[in-house]
């Protein structure tokens, strides 16, 4: 059973600075990634999808990569915002397989 | 708005009582998904639909849970003599079929609070 990883669970970072969220899954064998960002209370808002063949896709001030062969995926968000404090998720497609397996997640506290 | 809709927003039982949940999916997704999120916890795969057929269920999934999509458009999940448990929130996506017949990228609902007293 596939099984992701989210580390660390929480951090904190003053406003302006570029950080680097990880996340690791156990079997390589992956149709997509994707992350989400996730309010207080809220749904889920996708931010990124990469697909098993792609190394990396960018949006705006986001950057997700990806290692399947070592089951391993970053999101790197520069010059960070308060408003981009929320909780992010990391989610695995599994080859074969048509649900998500989704990490525990990390939240993202940035200070003003 | 077209995203995808989930009715209603926040659903307060007590144990021992029925509730009903409805997602409506982004229009022309073939495909639409239940999740269920406890505090502290990433989603976790209940069910999903390819049109009004119900093709994949979680073990997640007991027998008080049950699942429709009667005309392939809104879907409804409801439980049946609920347990404080089943305090989580129920959160939907759905999926568009893509050229060739693959499926993508899931776009979620904002969910459903369930709190079981």
């Known amino acids: 059973k596939q099984e992701v990883t989210q580390i660390p669970a929480a951090l904190s970072v003053p406003e302006g600075e570029n950080l680097v969220l990880n996340c690791s899954f156990t079997?390589?064998?992956?149709?997509?990634l994707q992350w989400f960002r996730q309010d207080p209370g809220k749904g889920l808002t996708s931010l990124l999808l990469?697909?098993?063949?792609?190394r990396e896709q960018t949006s705006g001030r986001l950057n997700a990569s990806l290692d399947k062969s070592s089951g391993r995926s970053t999101l790197y968000i520069a010059a960070s915002q308060p408003g981009d404090s929320a909780t992010y998720l990391c989610?695995?497609?599994?080859?074969?397989?048509?649900?998500?397996?989704f990490g525990t997640g990390t939240r993202l506290t940035v200070i003003p | 708005d077209t995203g995808v809709s989930q009715d209603p927003r926040h659903k307060i039982t007590k144990r021992g009582q029925n509730v009903t949940f409805r997602c409506d999916p982004i229009?022309?997704?073939?495909?639409l998904y239940w999740y269920r999120q406890t505090l502290g916890q990433g989603p976790e795969f209940l069910t999903y639909?390819?049109?009004?057929?119900?093709?994949?269920k979680s073990r997640l999934l007991s027998d008080r849970f049950s699942a429709e999509r009667p005309k392939g458009s809104f879907s409804t999940l409801e439980i049946q003599r609920t347990e404080q448990g089943d305090s989580a929130m129920y959160l939907c996506?759905?999926?568009?079929?893509?050229?060739?017949?693959?499926?993508?990228?899931?776009?979620f609902g904002p969910g459903t609070r369930l709190t079981v007293l």
């Open positions: 996506a759905s999926s568009a079929r893509l050229a060739g017949g693959t499926y993508n990228e899931q776009f």
């Open positions: 079997d390589s064998a992956i149709y997509n």
């Open positions: 990469i697909q098993s063949s792609q």
């Open positions: 989610a695995v497609r599994a080859t074969g397989a048509n649900n998500l397996f």
């Open positions: 229009s022309e997704h073939n495909r």
């Open positions: 639909f390819q049109n009004e057929a119900q093709l994949e």
